[in-house]
């Protein structure tokens, strides 16, 4: 085979792997925003900041919308089988790993603690602790930055890094139009300003990931950030 039609190969190959990641993420967001979105349009939207209000209809509501990602990891865990723990980053060997993991977990934990101390609505809080990091942080790292990832992984950076979390940073224009209907005028800030700071944060997550060796850190990380938003409450 000549190196031309070599190189057409690994292009259309790249471009196969692309629109499978695009699909993933199409799959894993669309239909759970758009039962959120279609909830908020009857005015039944249920919010995690009022979750003891009605806590096993909110519960239901989150199971909906990671449903598709647990189906995507059960998958992964059948496929991959011995492999998963080290293909998708899941091992914690080493000493520092372990340090920076241990560290995360103790900041939420914290922020957990005070939050019961301080506040009335403890089971508002313990909802959102596992919310935050469960259905937002580990679902979103496991299905942007291990299986998509994974499908582009022999791929050269730009690839590896720019597709996933472009795809990353649209999964999130429902929730940040608050599932109301998305405007002209929002779409153009979320095009020019919001996309940006979400493509960023997701490349560094990807980073730590590859880095550090373990998908962990970034989950721990990015439920920190989240969770700590109870401190408004």
């Given at each position: 085979m000549s190196s031309k039609n070599v190189n057409q190969t690994t292009i259309w190959k790249a471009i196969y792997r692309s629109i499978l990641v695009l699909a993933i993420c199409i799959v894993m967001f669309l239909p759970g925003s758009g039962y959120l979105y279609w909830r908020s349009t009857r005015g039944e939207l249920l919010s995690v900041q009022n979750a003891s209000d009605d806590i096993l209809a909110i519960s239901y509501q989150t199971f909906l919308t990671i449903l598709?990602?647990?189906?995507?990891?059960?998958?992964?865990?059948?496929?991959l089988k011995k492999e998963f723990p080290s293909r998708m980053y899941f091992n914690l060997k080493g000493m520092w790993q372990r340090i920076s993991v241990a560290i995360l977990c103790f900041a939420i934990l914290g922020i957990t603690i005070y939050c019961l101390i301080t506040k009335t609505d403890n089971l508002t809080i313990l909802f959102n602790l596992v919310y935050y990091v469960v259905a937002v942080a580990f679902v979103e790292e496991f299905v942007v930055r291990d299986v998509c990832t994974d499908l582009l992984r022999s791929y050269t950076w730009p690839i590896r890094y720019l597709v996933p979390n472009i795809c990353f940073a649209f999964m999130h224009i429902f929730s940040y139009a608050h599932f109301?209907?998305?405007t002209g005028s929002f779409l153009l800030h979320f095009v020019t300003s919001d996309v940006n700071g979400l493509v960023f944060a997701g490349c560094v997550?990807?980073?730590?990931?590859?880095?550090?060796?373990?998908?962990?850190?970034?989950?721990?990380?990015?439920a920190l950030m989240d969770f700590s938003y109870v401190l408004k409450y």
């Open positions: 598709f990602p647990i189906v995507l990891f059960v998958l992964f865990v059948f496929l109301q209907p998305i997550s990807q980073l730590l990931k590859e880095k550090s060796g373990t998908i962990w850190i970034p989950i721990l990380l990015h």
